[in-house]
């Protein structure tokens, strides 16, 4: 009954590959958000929805685009990946956008590109 | 752009010990939020405390905020071998997209039994 979950955990692929990761939450929340963290530990933001609709996007390259079939699912799939894609990308989820929400975060994806 | 520095890098005390951790940041803020990352896992939410609140407290943690230093402390009492993990803080700045938290790099605490 895990809050946030995503899939894969590990994902290890050659450059040049296209390759999903998908995420859902089960805690009835309006907004979900894909976070990548470097290698130092940087978290940065790269997208978040609201009610299936896109209400940021962080200068990410249009090789990430992120689907979001229903507002429980929020799955990101990248093209044409680069060495530098490598990173650990979280999933999270927060009851709405509005001020003072908290985020619950999935275990994470660590993508490596060879 | 970066917006919360924790300070320090990493820490390593005692279990028993407190461990306190700073963040700085370099805008105005509607609130600070701090969360835990054990190794290999995600994020975990702690505490928030808001923009008009100077100091909240929930279990063995104590979280201050200084809006006039731009800086927010984090202090564990009585440190557990189970509090070894990296620390964040995020702020929600004034003017920011709503829902967009910044986060810093992080303190590393390491907590020896």
């Known amino acids: 009954d895990t809050a946030v979950s995503q899939t894969p955990k590990y994902l290890v692929t050659q450059m040049g590959n296209d390759k999903s990761i998908k995420c859902e939450q089960n805690?009835?929340?309006?907004?979900m958000y894909w976070y990548k963290q470097d290698s130092k530990k940087f978290l940065k933001i790269m997208f978040s929805y609201n009610n299936k609709e896109l209400i940021i996007n962080e200068t990410v390259p249009n090789r990430f685009s992120p689907k979001s079939p229903d507002k429980a699912h929020l799955n990101l799939h990248i093209n044409s990946l680069e060495l530098g894609d490598s990173a650990v990308y979280f999933c999270a989820s927060s009851q709405s956008n509005r001020r003072n929400e908290k985020l619950f975060f999935g275990s994470g994806t660590q993508l490596s590109v060879l | 752009s970066q917006q919360g520095e924790e300070d320090p890098q990493a820490l390593s005390i005692q279990e028993g010990e407190n461990a306190t951790m700073n963040c700085s940041y370099k805008?105005?803020?509607?609130?600070l939020q701090w969360y835990r990352q054990n190794s290999g896992r995600g994020l975990v939410h702690l505490i928030l405390i808001r923009s008009n609140e100077r100091e909240k407290h929930s279990g063995r943690l104590r979280v201050t905020l200084d809006t006039s230093k731009k800086s927010s402390s984090l202090l564990i009492t009585a440190s557990r071998a189970a509090d070894t993990a990296s620390y964040f803080c995020?702020?929600?700045?004034?003017?920011?997209?709503?829902?967009?938290?910044?986060f810093g790099k992080g303190t590393k605490l390491s907590v020896k039994p």
């Open positions: 805690l009835g929340h309006d907004t």
């Open positions: 995020a702020t929600d700045a004034i003017g920011g997209s709503q829902g967009n938290l910044i």
């Open positions: 805008t105005s803020i509607n609130n």
